[in-house]
C-alpha cells in the first residue's frame, strides 16, 4: 500500500482541484478522491476574469488559450420592459489579457482541472467513495473510503480537505451550514442548439434578462458548437411550489412567455437537452476551517448564481486554503488558527458579491448608477470582474444606498438595465 499522503482532499471540482495542485505544486504529497469518473455533467459554465490569476498559478491558461471555449469579454442586463444596457466591457476597465475569460462546459473544464492536478503529482483516485472524515477529538486525522469492489480502507493524513460540493460531509458532520435568510431561490434550465447569438466581441457576452414583474432572471450563456446554456431563478416558493403538478418543461416555458427578449432567442434554435432544476439555496459554513481540516468551493459556501460568481469562489477558496496548508505543513502547524487565517478575508469578498446580488433582486438599476455616477462605473466593472477581495470597491455600496433615496425620473430609469 503506498505511503499516507500529507494532505487528502475530498472531491475533484474547480476548487479541489486547485488546492490539490497548488500543494503539490510546494512538494506535498496529496491524494484526492472522487466518487464519480470525470468528465461528468456539472452547471456553471461561466466564468468571471479574476478566475485568470488562479489559473495563471495552476498553469492552466496554456490549455485554456488552447481550447474551443467561447472568449467572454463582456456582461449585460436586459430590464424587464427588454431594454439592453450598455456592455460592461472588462478590457475598457482593465486592458489586460486578464480581461478576457471563457464560457466553458463544465464537465469539459472539470476534467481539463482534475487532470491538470494529475500532471501535477496528485494522485487523483476516482470512482472512490468517502464514507466518513475521521477525527481525535476535534482534530480530523484522515477518512474511510470505499473503493468500486466494496473494499474498504482508512488513509490517515495531517489536513483532509473537504471539497465535496454541496453535500459538504464536514459542514454536516460538525453543524457548521448557515443558511442566507434572504437568498432562497431555486432554478430550471436546459440548452438550445443555434438560439440566438450576437457576434464579434459580444458573441461570448453573459446576458442577464429579468422576467416581467420582476420575480426572477433568466441566464443566457453562449457555449461552443453553437449551444447556448439558458436557465431561470427565482423564488423557490414562486418557481415551484405555487404550480402543483407541473413539470419542469412547464414552469421553463411559463416563465420564457414572461421574458420576451429570451422567448425571441430562443425561437431561432432547438432545444438540444432535457430540463433541468436545482434548490439554489445561498449558505455558507460558519467556519472555513478546523484543527486538520478545511472547507473548499461549494463545501464552505454557496452563493445565488447572478454575477457567475461560482468557479471563481470555488477557486479562490482553494488558493487560500492551499497556501495556509502550506504554510502550516512547512512550520508544523496545522490548527484551527493557521489554517482560518484566510477566512476573514474570503468572507468580505463573498459579502461583497452577495450585497450586490441583494441589491439586484431589491431592483438596482445599473443603467441608473451609471447615469448618476459615471465616474464609478469602473468600480461596478470591479466587481462584475470578480475583484472582490480588495476594499477599494467598498465606495460602491454608499452609492447605491444614496440611490435608493433619489426618486426615479421616470418608472423606466428605475427598470434594471
Known amino acids: 500500500m503506498p505511503q499516507n499522503p500529507r494532505v487528502i482532499v475530498i472531491g475533484g471540482g ?9 500543494i503539490a505544486q510546494q512538494g506535498y504529497s496529496v491524494r484526492l478522491f472522487e466518487r464519480e ?10 466564468l468571471i476574469p479574476e478566475t485568470y490569476w488562479i489559473l495563471e498559478r495552476l498553469n492552466m491558461l496554456p490549455k485554456m488559450k488552447g481550447s474551443h471555449y467561447v472568449k ?11 431594454r439592453l444596457s450598455e456592455p460592461f466591457y472588462f478590457v475598457d476597465h482593465k486592458p489586460h489579457e486578464c480581461s478576457q475569460t471563457w ?5 469539459e473544464f472539470d476534467h481539463l482541472m482534475l487532470q491538470n492536478a494529475r500532471e501535477h ?9 468517502v464514507l466518513e472524515v475521521l477525527f ?12 468500486e469492489d466494496g473494499k474498504e480502507e482508512t488513509v490517515q493524513a495531517d489536513v483532509v480537505v473537504d471539497a465535496s460540493g454541496q453535500s459538504s460531509m464536514i459542514q454536516s458532520r460538525l453543524n457548521l ?13 436546459t440548452y438550445w442548439e443555434g438560439a440566438y447569438r450576437d457576434t464579434e466581441r459580444d458573441e461570448g457576452a453573459t446576458i442577464v434578462l429579468q422576467v416581467q414583474g420582476k420575480q426572477g432572471w433568466f441566464w443566457y450563456i453562449p457555449l461552443h458548437d453553437n449551444i447556448v446554456s439558458v436557465g431561470v431563478v427565482a423564488g423557490y416558493e414562486y418557481l415551484f411550489k405555487n404550480r402543483p403538478g407541473k413539470d419542469f418543461e412547464s414552469v421553463y416555458f411559463e416563465e420564457v412567455e414572461r421574458c420576451p427578449a429570451v422567448k425571441q432567442r430562443i425561437a431561432l434554435g432547438k432545444r438540444c437537452s432535457q430540463f433541468f432544476a436545482a434548490k439554489e439555496y445561498s449558505y455558507r459554513a460558519k467556519q472555513a476551517a478546523g484543527d486538520g481540516w478545511v472547507l473548499v468551493g461549494d463545501a464552505l459556501g454557496f452563493l445565488d448564481p447572478l454575477y457567475s460568481s461560482g468557479v471563481l469562489l470555488a477557486l479562490k477558496s482553494g488558493q487560500l486554503a492551499a497556501d495556509a496548508i502550506c504554510e502550516g505543513l512547512a512550520k508544523g502547524d496545522t490548527s484551527s488558527q493557521q489554517l482560518r487565517n484566510w477566512e476573514e478575508l474570503f468572507f468580505r469578498g463573498m459579502d461583497r458579491m452577495r450585497r450586490l446580488v441583494i441589491e439586484f433582486y431589491e431592483g438596482f438599476s445599473f443603467g441608473r448608477f451609471v447615469k448618476h455616477y459615471p465616474q464609478h462605473k469602473g468600480l461596478l466593472t470591479d466587481l462584475l470582474i470578480g475583484d472582490l477581495f480588495d476594499d477599494h470597491v467598498d465606495i460602491v455600496f454608499p452609492l447605491i ?5 433619489t426618486p426615479a425620473e421616470t418608472p423606466q430609469a428605475a427598470a434594471v438595465e
Open 121 to 129: 503529482g496528485v494522485d487523483v483516485q476516482e470512482g472512490v467513495r
Open 177 to 189: 451550514r448557515e443558511w442566507d435568510p434572504e437568498l432562497k431561490k431555486a432554478a430550471c434550465w
Open 401 to 405: 444606498d444614496s440611490l435608493k433615496q
Open 103 to 107: 464560457q466553458v462546459r463544465r464537465s
Open 136 to 147: 481525535d477529538g476535534s482534530r480530523a486525522t484522515g477518512v474511510r473510503i470505499q473503493r
Open 14 to 22: 474547480p476548487g479541489g482541484s486547485t488546492v490539490s495542485t497548488l
Open 37 to 46: 469518473h470525470f468528465p461528468r455533467f456539472h452547471i456553471g459554465e461561466s
Open 72 to 82: 467572454k469579454y463582456s456582461v449585460q442586463f436586459v430590464s424587464q420592459s427588454g
